[in-house]
Each structure stands twice: as structure tokens, then as C-alpha cells.
């Protein structure tokens, strides 16, 4: 007979995965309908289930006061990408209202990191995240307003925040 | 709604004579954007006028034909969808847009934009021309998909941009 007890450590890095889990049974549930239907594919899927989970984690950036409900839409996307290393190199341009983010190197890409083959297909998350993100801290739902996915190489995203 | 006919009476510009005809509510159910239009003709001469019934039985709009042709004891009537698009906008108040293209030819080109601009382009594309709210209320299904507020700002932002982008046109 063996035994075996888990005792959580405090360690606030370690509870955005629990956030990102509980963003993805929320999302599954709620967005079923989209997710089973072929007409918006694996990348609508993934909008949709990073939106809860881009929620999720913004409320955990609030918990640990990492971002306050006062943040700026432009500390908030910073702060979460920070926070949930998506990338070796991510860069945040503003121009006006307009955020240009540049993903390179990404770290969670499911076909350079885990060596998928996504046929053809994306599945990036980043939209989804920040758009759940900015939107239930500051209310202020930004605009993806260009997206130039090249999966495992560079992908920009514009989100106009306004 | 109940179902049966409902009586309409509307003014004729030809004839500058009151026209008095029944639709049936269960037709006007039937249309996929709630508005029935119904080719009326009459008078002598034979000439016609096109009617728009909304579900509540109220006359969004009656149109006077440019030419009216008789095929044996067939009247027929085209209403372009612009005009439809136009009429409507015009009684609501509201903006509408115009598909130019099917999204099947779009598809790929926006395969990688946010599900919700994806899905007000596939929107505006299936009806061929539909206004504002009504892009709303066909979308609002992601709302709980995201569980996010998804205001009509936001969708006019989106069709802003397609406008731009060719992809459709405002009218």
C-alpha cells in the first residue's frame, strides 16, 4: 500500500495553469456549439476557449496585484504576456490606440514546440487571450483589427484599443 | 405571434388610389430577415406596386415599378437586394450592409481573423444584404460562446473595416 499527499506550495507563477484549465472547461461548456461546428475551425475554437481563458488569467494578474482594476489596456496586455511566457521574443508597439504585437520563437506553437502537424490549420490563442483579458478588466473590448499568422515563424496581431 | 391573415392598406402612387390586401403571417415567418415583399398588382392599366411587411404587420416601405410585364397570367417582379437594404435602412435608420462577395471565395483569405469578424463577414455574405441589428441578433450566439458583451459599436467597427477592405459595401 502506498500513500501519497500534495501539499500546494505558494507559488502564485504556478496558478495561471490552474486559471487556463478552468478557463477551458468554462469555454467548453459555454461554447460548445461553436467548437462543434464545422463552419468556424480549429483557430475559431481556440478564439473562443483563449477568451474565457484570457478571462481567467486576468482575474488571477488581479489576485496576485500584478495589474489593478485602474490598469490601462496597454499594462494589461503587457502584463499578460509576460505572465503567460508565450513567446522567447514578444514585442508591444503602440501606435494610438493601435497595440502591434509581434510573436517570435513561440513557446506554446503546436507545430514548432509539440511537433504537430496542424494541416494547414492555426490555432493561436493570442487574440482570444487578450481579448478576454483587456475585456474584463477594463471593460474595453479591443478590435483585432489585422492578424498575420505564420505558424512556428512570426505572427503579428493589431488590436485597436480604444 | 398569432397566425392567419392580416389586413393591409397602403396608398399607391400610380393611381394615387388606397390598395387593400391580406398577408399571411406564417409567410412572413417563413422570411429568413422578417420582411415580406409583396407585389401588388392592380388598377386599369394593370401596373404595381411592391410592398414591405414587417412581422408586426407594419409597411416598412412600398416601391413604385419601373415597368410592369405580364408573362401569360404570371405577373413578375425582381427586387434587387440593394433595394430591399435601402428601404430597410432607410425606415430604421440604421446602416446596412451589402455583400460583394460569397464567403466561400473569401474563406481563405480570412482564415486566421478573430471568430467574431469571421462571423459578422459569413453573416453579412449568407443574407446577401442585412443591417446592423440584425447582424447582432444573428451573432448573438457568441456572446455566450465568449462570455463577452458583443454591443453594435463593436460589430460597426468590424464592418467598417471589410468596407475598407472591399469586402463589402455600405448602403
Known amino acids: 500500500m502506498s500513500f501519497f499527499r500534495f501539499r500546494r506550495k505558494k507559488d502564485p507563477s504556478r496558478n495561471y495553469l490552474n486559471r487556463m484549465a478552468i478557463g477551458l472547461g468554462a469555454g467548453l461548456v459555454k461554447a460548445r456549439d461553436v467548437i462543434l461546428n464545422p463552419d468556424f475551425g480549429p483557430q475559431g475554437a481556440m478564439d473562443v476557449l483563449a477568451t474565457w481563458m484570457g478571462q481567467e488569467i486576468a482575474k488571477e494578474l488581479l489576485n496576485q496585484k500584478v495589474i489593478t482594476a485602474t490598469s490601462t489596456p496597454e499594462e494589461v496586455l503587457e502584463k499578460l504576456l509576460e505572465e503567460v511566457r508565450i513567446a522567447e521574443d514578444l514585442s508591444v508597439e503602440m501606435d494610438g490606440d493601435v497595440a502591434h504585437v509581434v510573436v517570435q520563437n513561440c513557446l506554446i506553437c503546436p507545430r514548432k514546440v509539440g511537433g504537430y502537424d496542424l494541416e494547414g490549420n492555426t490555432a493561436c490563442p493570442v487574440g482570444g487571450l487578450v481579448r478576454g483579458a483587456i475585456g474584463l478588466v477594463s471593460g474595453k473590448t479591443p478590435q483585432l483589427s489585422k492578424i498575420d499568422l505564420k505558424t512556428g515563424e512570426i505572427c503579428k496581431t493589431d488590436f485597436t484599443i480604444s | ?171
Open chain 2, 1 to 171: 405571434m398569432s397566425s392567419g391573415l392580416g389586413n393591409i392598406k397602403v396608398h399607391c402612387d400610380i393611381c394615387n388610389q388606397p390598395v387593400e390586401f391580406q398577408v399571411s403571417q406564417d409567410k412572413i415567418r417563413e422570411q429568413k430577415d422578417g420582411i415580406l415583399r409583396v407585389a401588388l398588382a392592380h388598377g386599369d392599366p394593370l401596373h404595381a406596386i411592391i410592398v414591405y411587411v414587417d412581422k408586426n404587420l407594419r409597411v416598412r416601405g412600398v416601391e413604385v415599378s419601373d415597368s410592369f410585364q405580364m408573362e401569360g397570367t404570371r405577373a413578375e417582379t425582381v427586387v434587387s437586394a440593394s433595394e430591399v437594404a435601402e428601404n430597410l435602412s432607410e425606415s430604421m435608420g440604421e446602416p446596412c450592409f451589402q455583400a460583394l462577395y460569397a464567403y466561400s471565395e473569401i474563406e481563405e483569405r480570412e482564415r486566421a481573423a478573430f471568430v467574431l469578424d469571421k462571423t459578422i463577414l459569413r453573416t453579412i455574405c449568407e443574407a446577401g444584404v442585412i443591417c446592423l441589428s440584425k447582424i447582432r441578433q444573428k451573432i448573438a450566439f457568441l456572446e455566450k460562446a465568449m462570455g463577452d458583451r458583443i454591443d453594435l459599436p463593436q460589430i460597426e467597427v468590424v464592418c467598417e473595416r471589410y468596407v475598407q477592405e472591399g469586402l463589402i459595401k455600405r448602403i
